[in-house]
């Protein structure tokens, strides 16, 4: 093992930076990295003049570690396709520094193992990387908050969770210091707000849930897993599909799920800045509970596609809180707005959702 840079304090932070000239030097390196630490590496196995030439191999990885093992770093010698797997959040300009080599891919993936050196050329791996999005109104409901936050603050996967309180005649200071936690305080009462965080936002990919569920971080996981292979895709949960018939009626039960409901969805950061640039479905909603409906046409619109669905299995769970106050609950003719919505969103965007 060669040493070519090492700047360590007396308190033994800093980086070193080491070339390996043997097999052996694998195990070398196993007994220094700690947890905690991070690993960052780049190796060309040939002169690249087409990254997608098969003869070719380009390795990015940077690592943050959660645990190590030798058989694990023999592992990430026998990459065949182009990898780039990183923890963005430890790289500033990661975006340039790999965009040379393909296209900047969608940070999900919270630990590496074996299977993820199968499959897709391009692949991220991390300890964080969604942004949780939360909207409430009812001071009802503040209980449910004392179990949401905690556990989301707790969640590595998650980048942030941004808190968007709706009543401008209810104060609500949340009773957890996390720096995780953004909250923002709405002059008006619309359920636009839970799509207006771009500025926000430091991941791609975004969640916006209900405050009146708690979903398990291996579900939040495998929602996350299925939209890092389908980055265009709207994705849900199973218990919350629903139906469009011909006659474009909205209807909990069917055979082809056509929507997935507002209370767990998961998409890409892009769909929230071209639903807010659109000045028209924007005050068409303003005053409506036709979001979500809005949010599943628009990206219907784009392509073409209806969302997937996760199933809810074993640890993959959401837990049920109070919903007090919700609108489905207050509003006796719900079922009949909601129909209302299917039917502006499929004629606004020219689309058949059935």
């Not at 396709?81 to 900047?104: C, D, F, G, T």
């Not at 999005?133 to 179990?147: A, D, H, I």
């Not at 640039?277 to 409906?293: A, G, H, M, P, Y």
Request: glycine fraction near 4%; charged fraction near 25%.
């Amino acid at each position: 093992m060669k040493q070519v840079f090492r700047n360590i304090d007396k308190y033994y932070a800093g980086s070193v930076e080491l070339v390996p000239e043997e097999p052996e030097d694998m195990w070398h390196a196993y007994n220094l990295v700690a947890v905690g630490d991070t690993l960052r590496s780049t190796t060309i196995r040939k002169p690249s003049k087409r990254i997608n030439d098969a003869t070719n191999t380009k390795t990015i990885i940077i690592i943050q570690t959660d645990s190590f093992s030798f058989k694990a770093a023999t592992d990430i010698l026998k990459f065949s396709k182009i990898k780039i797997m990183l923890s963005y959040q430890h790289l500033q300009n990661w975006r340039e520094e790999v965009s040379y080599y393909a296209a900047p891919c969608l940070f999900i993936y919270p630990h590496l193992t074996p299977s993820m050196l199968e499959g897709s050329d391009t692949l991220c791996v991390g300890t964080s990387g969604v942004s949780i999005v939360l909207m409430g109104y009812s001071t009802k409901r503040f209980p449910n908050y004392e179990t949401i936050l905690p556990s989301y603050s707790n969640m590595g996967i998650i980048d942030q969770i941004i808190l968007i309180w709706n009543n401008k005649n209810e104060s609500f200071m949340p009773n957890i210091d996390s720096p995780k936690i953004k909250l923002i305080k709405s002059s008006d009462n619309s359920m636009n707000n839970r799509f207006n965080v771009s500025e926000y936002l430091r991941t791609d990919a975004v969640m916006v849930i209900d405050d009146d569920v708690l979903i398990s971080e291996p579900l939040l996981s495998l929602m996350l897993f299925t939209m890092g292979e389908n980055t265009n895709r709207l994705v849900g949960i199973s218990r919350d599909m629903r139906y469009v018939n011909s006659n474009n009626e909205y209807l909990v039960s069917g055979n082809d799920p056509s929507l997935t409901l507002g209370k767990t969805m998961l998409f890409h950061r892009r769909y929230l800045e071209k639903y807010m640039q659109d000045k028209t479905l924007v005050e068409w909603n303003s005053k409506r509970f036709c979001e979500d409906i809005s949010i599943n046409g628009l990206i219907f619109k784009e392509t073409n596609l209806k969302p997937l669905f996760v199933p809810m299995t074993g640890q993959n769970t959401r837990k049920d809180l109070t919903e007090i106050d919700g609108a489905s609950i207050v509003d006796k003719s719900w079922a009949l707005r909601r129909t209302d919505c299917v039917q502006w969103v499929s004629e606004y965007f020219q689309i058949k959702l059935y």
